[in-house]
C-alpha cells in the first residue's frame, strides 16, 4: 500500500483521537458540580490547539455547541450522583 494510504489513515486516526479526548472533557466533571455550559480556559484552549490542526488542513473551525454540553455535563453529574 502507498505511503499516502498511510497517511490518511493516521490522519483520520488522529481527528478521531482529538474528537474522543474533547468528547471526554465536555463530559468531564467533579462530582459536586453542578451543569454549567460554559468551558473553562483550558478546554478552550484545547479547542484553539484542535482549530489550529484544523486549519492547516483547510477544514472549518469546530465551535462549542451549549446545548450539548450542558446536556453532557448534567448527566455525567447526574451519573456521578448516582454512582454509576
Do not use: C, H, Q
Not at 471526554?24 to 483550558?42: C, F, G, K, W, Y
Amino acid at each position: 500500500m502507498s505511503s499516502r494510504f498511510f497517511a490518511r489513515v493516521s490522519g483520520v486516526g488522529l481527528a478521531f483521537l482529538l474528537a474522543v479526548v474533547a468528547i471526554a472533557l465536555a463530559v468531564s466533571v467533579s462530582r459536586n458540580a453542578t451543569a454549567d455550559p460554559a468551558i473553562d480556559a483550558e478546554e478552550a484552549a484545547f479547542l484553539t490547539w484542535i482549530n489550529d490542526y484544523r486549519a492547516t488542513k483547510s477544514l472549518p473551525p469546530l465551535v462549542i455547541d451549549t446545548r450539548m454540553t450542558g446536556a453532557s455535563d448534567w448527566l455525567a453529574t447526574d451519573m456521578a450522583n448516582k454512582d454509576l
